[in-house]
């Protein structure tokens, strides 16, 4: 009821911008709805998780003709509904200082809150119709948010990008659907989880459900529109889209493989986590040669996805395996991963988004020194900067330690492909957290510290204060959920233990702050002690160094070896940053070949410096694709110029072809 | 009660023994070198000289890089605090383990290296360029270390892997030797020892961590300093801990025990100090895009580790 009246409200937010927008209180008033049904939508969703409730169903009349609209809030939807309305709210309370500055305003705020509606639906939803009217809604609101900046070529590109791997992905979520409602055609999920399939419509369920929700997510090879269309957005409408919507599609994923299919096999849970590895280290390493920050953390989220899809692939695989207690343990890692990054994602691209809106940049070779001229925006980023790459004692270390310790349990699957495949992902997934470290000291000590690398990044002053809140408190959440994980895993098993069909193995012997993959003895890490153990520590040292050092610091001038350059340009950028780490890991993937033009002795030419770099997912598999659609669509083309015999005789044969087959099938 | 107490030791025991560790292997350097060598007090008396002296910062430099010499220092003395050394009674052996300790060696490396670009000087970032490409292939054979052994001895608390090895519990094994080899190259690398990075140069070309505390002076230097000297200790005391074990006291050992495990402990510590002099006198420093072979290897070798598990299980 609550839930129902809080996304009407959104609707109505939708409405007011378009009744009055040449007012600028209409926007933000319509930021402000936005806020507060986001807030009820994560309140009744925080209440039902407490309360572990029963699944609680409503059934509206309108949809299909000959069906009602089903919604049901269970525990995942609940936690989903968190997930999506958490960030929401800080996106809304942001948008309410940012949406003035964003260009193009007034084509964002009606959309905002429709983007919200369809992502909220789509969790709610308890039969295929209302999924796909919401993942639609979802995908068509967010096509219209990427082509609010629709001046810019390269946005139209991204958008158009954007609308054909939505497509694509609506594409093979319906006949997902459409398989599991089977013959009868009940669309209901109630109907599916009860219904029984053949291997074949198994397998393509699965596979259709991976591509469909695998495309929307941002897994890797699906992932080419996210990095184009994710910063072509404004940041808050950015920040929803990487942070929340491609949660929203991992919903899709576990609503289906995990609820309505019920009986996947461990091949595929294999599959999803070498997808998720590959996802993992290809996202992070393009991340690290990006240097556009918003460009920079959309690929940083295709690598989140991965580490989420390995976790899920492992989820699978045990529970096949009849290990059901390890799927749980899996699937809560890969919850808490999901919780982490919808936190620490949308503070980084609120973040980017402060950056953009006082430097009007997002050249990270352009930006710099911005920590001394946005103190409340610089310690937020860096916070969110240290959970994104796993430090203890943030919220990002827990879900990784919790990904590790399942995977460590990884090698107890019976199968060789398996107990060999799972150190390899294990490896990768290693991989992958340390050069998310390397990516992140990068974007924020480039961005924010030295010195001011353009007259707009030495003159950038800090953004107002909604902008601010919403900043400071992500930060605080991310700091929040690292801190007390014990509190946070205890409720995310009450929403993994019915997916999995068994309880985790209970931790026995540790209390209340001793995270436990499984009895003590297994490993244990407990963020409490180590922050109280942490500040007693800060205390003794800060009284030793007051007691042995008393004197006071003294600011001058850089030392720099005794020779310091007046020249910002002599810094470290962020292409130079990054080049011991594409020296060692570039010069296959990408093929980046370096060149340096030194003119002789005497020369007054400068010196050129040049960077050449491919993309191989890019120009091996989309170019190739897109030519192939070209060449089909030029010879279906003629089609379009034949006689009206011609088109008769098209018509007659159809007729042929559809009564041989209704023969052939009776 | 008494494991608080064992636990306050332990830390002591890290702040009074990293400096003379360090000390020790520079004079056993020097004496293998035919030099005199410093006494093993200096690195103390360089400690106390730079915490007297006034700290100078950049005026491009922000408040981070007054801060990280702290956090950098506090992070690596709570990696200290839970590795097992002379007993495994500790209050906080519980609440980290392998994994958790990797990752507090890594704030200490983020701050360091934000630290190293934030005075805005071409060496820093020089630095902190170069430190995150090593930390990259480093940081994911440590884990893979961790795994083959949390695979062995079903635990990632280093207080339960060394009482599952002191229980007789593995013989002699290829992975473990994989891992041990691994987890050196490792050491060696996150150490800034060579022939990863040279701990005495100040030449551009060759430095590494060095090159990111450059702009630091005072106290924050001398903290740096000990952070550097604690993350040597630690390493050794890792290895020793988890590949070499023996003497270390478990829980209800008695008084004698402990003892026993710390005077074990000293002469461990110390043959340690000798292996790593005599490795760096007779070893060559190598060219920076050859560490990423280097570390590679040890990725490789740890990986090999936990994938000869089923190999020798299988035959």
Partial sequence: ?666 | MSAALWQILQIALALALAPGLTGLVRWLKAVLQGRGGPSLLQPYRDLYRLLRKEPVVSEDSSWLFRLAPYGCFLAVLLAAAIVPTFTTHLTLVHAADLIALVALLGIARFLTALAGMDAGTAFGGLGASREMMIASLAEPAMLMVTFSLSLLAGSTLPANIVGFVLGGGIGLEVSMGLALAALTMVAIAETGRIPIDNPATHLELTMVHEAMVLEYSGRHLALMEATGMLRLWLFASLILCLFLPWGIALPGGGFLAILLGLVTYVVKLAGIAVALAVFETSIAKMRLFRVADFLGGALLLALLGTIFLYVSEAV
């Fill in chain 1, 1 to 666: 009821m609550t839930a129902g009246a809080a996304l009407l409200l959104l609707l109505v937010a939708s409405l007011v911008p378009l009744g009055a927008g040449h007012l600028a209180r209409a926007h933000q008033a319509a930021y402000g709805l936005c806020l507060g049904s986001a807030l009820v939508l994560a309140l009744v969703a925080l209440v039902h998780l407490a309360a572990g409730d029963a699944a609680r169903l409503a059934v509206l009349p309108f949809g299909l003709p000959w069906m009602a609209a089903h919604f049901r809030l269970d525990q995942l939807s609940a936690f989903f509904l968190l997930v999506i309305n958490l960030p929401a709210a800080m996106a809304a309370l942001y948008g309410i200082g940012y949406g003035l500055h964003a260009p193009e305003y007034r084509r964002v705020t009606p959309f905002f809150p429709l983007f919200l509606l369809g992502m909220n639906v789509v969790v709610l939803a308890d039969d295929a119709f209302v999924f796909l009217v919401g993942w639609e809604f979802m995908s068509l609101a967010s096509w219209l948010l990427v082509l609010s900046n629709h001046r810019d070529q390269e946005t139209r590109r991204a958008a158009h990008l954007y609308l054909i791997m939505a497509s694509f992905g609506g594409f093979c979520l319906l006949p997902a659907f459409g398989l599991m409602a089977g013959e009868g055609g009940d669309f209901r999920f109630e109907a599916m989880r009860a219904g029984e399939f053949g291997p074949v419509a198994g397998f393509l369920v699965v596979l259709l459900a991976l591509l469909g929700a695998g495309s929307k997510a941002g897994l890797v090879p699906l992932h080419a529109w996210l990095p184009q269309a994710h910063p072509a957005a404004p940041s808050h409408v950015s920040a929803l889209m990487s942070g929340v919507m491609t949660k929203v599609a991992l919903y899709g994923l576990v609503r289906i493989l995990f609820d309505l299919h019920g009986a996947v096999d461990w091949r595929w849970g294999a599959a999803l986590m070498l997808i998720g590895a590959a996802s993992a280290v290809i996202g992070v390493l393009y991340a690290l040669m990006q240097t556009d920050l918003k460009r920079l953390l959309a690929y940083s989220t295709v690598e989140n996805i991965g580490v989420i899809a390995i976790s899920l692939g492992l989820a699978l695989a045990f529970k096949d395996q009849g290990r059901q207690a390890l799927a749980a343990l899996a699937l809560v890692a890969a919850f808490y991963h999901m919780l982490n990054h919808a936190a620490f994602k949308t503070l980084l691209f609120l973040g980017a988004g402060a950056v953009q809106a006082a430097t009007h940049e997002r050249e990270l070779n352009r930006l710099g020194g911005l920590i001394k001229r946005m103190p409340v925006t610089a310690p937020a980023f860096l916070l969110g900067a240290m959970a994104i790459s796993a430090l203890p004692p943030l919220n990002g270390f827990v879900s990784e330690w919790l990904i590790f310790q399942s995977l460590f349990r990884g090698p107890e699957l019976p199968h060789w492909t398996m107990k060999f495949g799972v150190p390899v992902v294990g490896a990768l997934l290693a991989l992958a957290a340390a050069l998310a470290a390397a990516c992140f000291v990068r974007a924020f000590g480039i961005a924010f510290l030295g010195r001011a690398r353009s007259a707009a990044a030495a003159q950038a002053a800090e953004v107002v204060a909604p902008m601010r809140a919403a900043l400071v408190l992500l930060a605080v959440l991310c700091v929040v959920l690292g801190v007390i994980p014990v509190t946070v895993t205890g409720a995310l098993a009450t929403i993994a233990e019915p997916l999995a069909g068994a309880a985790l193995e209970p931790a026995v012997g540790l209390g209340w702050p001793w995270l436990s993959p499984a009895d003590g003895e297994r490993g244990s890490y407990a963020a409490t002690v180590l922050v109280l153990a942490g500040l007693v520590l800060a205390g003794l040292l800060l009284w030793a160094t007051r007691r042995l050092s008393p004197l006071p610091v003294r600011v001058a001038p850089s030392w720099d070896c005794g020779q310091p350059d007046p020249s910002p340009a002599t810094q470290y950028t962020a292409d130079s940053f990054a080049q011991p780490l594409r020296r060692v890991f570039g010069t296959r993937i990408f093929g980046a070949r370096e060149t340096v033009e030194m003119p002789p002795p005497g020369d007054p030419r400068p010196a050129r410096f040049s960077l050449r770099m491919r993309d191989p997912i890019w120009q091996g598999l989309y170019l190739p694709l897109a030519a192939g659609v070209d060449w089909l669509a030029e010879r279906i083309n003629r089609m379009q110029f034949l006689s009206i015999r011609r088109y008769l005789m098209l018509m007659f044969l159809t007729l042929v072809v559809l009564l041989v087959v209704v023969g052939v099938r009776q």
